[in-house]
């Protein structure tokens, strides 16, 4: 290599030094990223794997599933082939892990604003390890057509949960054939 493409070299390097040195130096330190914030609270504050049985209800229709070794196996319509990921993933849209919107406190008489005054669909949520039940009541779409309302039938919070609720709910009695 000869003595004038070292000293290009040298200069480059000289100047990026210099650069480094003199403009970088002030430059403000690079923000490590933030943790992400932590989930809201769910419409049942449990774990999903808490839940040992469920009954969906929707217009006289019934879908019963229950948990036998980490999968869901429908009890009710016989031969029903609703697959267990479905039930799955419709339980994990109302435990931890999955926030849902504290809206308001409603009495009954304001519960038709929501559609919960008669709840399209209906879920019977029995909860280990005591065995508890939980009923979630699912009303109407919000205004946006992005959420549905719902709230447990023992608390007076109406909740605002992902479309994704309605969109389970539908393919789980769909596959069910009721």
């Known amino acids: 290599m000869s003595r ?4 290009g070299i040298y200069l480059v390097l000289a100047l990026l030094a210099g650069w480094v040195m003199i403009v970088e130096r002030d430059a403000p ?23 040992t049985t469920v009954t969906f209800r929707r217009e006289g229709k019934l879908v019963r599933g229950s948990r ?14 609703v697959p267990s990921d479905l039930i799955e993933a419709t339980i994990a849209t109302l435990t931890t ?11 009954e008489h304001e519960l038709a604003a929501y559609g919960l005054d008669a709840p399209s669909t209906t879920l019977e949520l029995m909860m280990a390890p005591v065995g508890h039940s939980v009923t979630v ?42």
């Open 4 to 7: 004038r493409k070292v000293a």
């Open 29 to 51: 330190p690079i923000q490590p990223v933030p943790e992400q914030a932590p989930v809201g609270a769910s419409l049942l504050d449990a774990a999903a794997d808490t839940v």
């Open 68 to 81: 036998e070794d980490r999968r869901w196996r429908i009890i009710e319509p016989a031969g029903a082939d």
């Open 97 to 107: 892990g999955q926030a849902a919107e504290r809206l308001a406190d409603a009495s």
């Open 137 to 178: 009541q699912v009303g109407a779409r919000n205004p946006t057509r992005t959420a549905m309302y719902a709230r447990r039938s023992d608390q007076p919070t109406i909740f605002l949960v992902g479309m994704n609720l309605g969109y389970y709910l539908d393919l789980i009695f769909e596959a069910a054939k009721t």
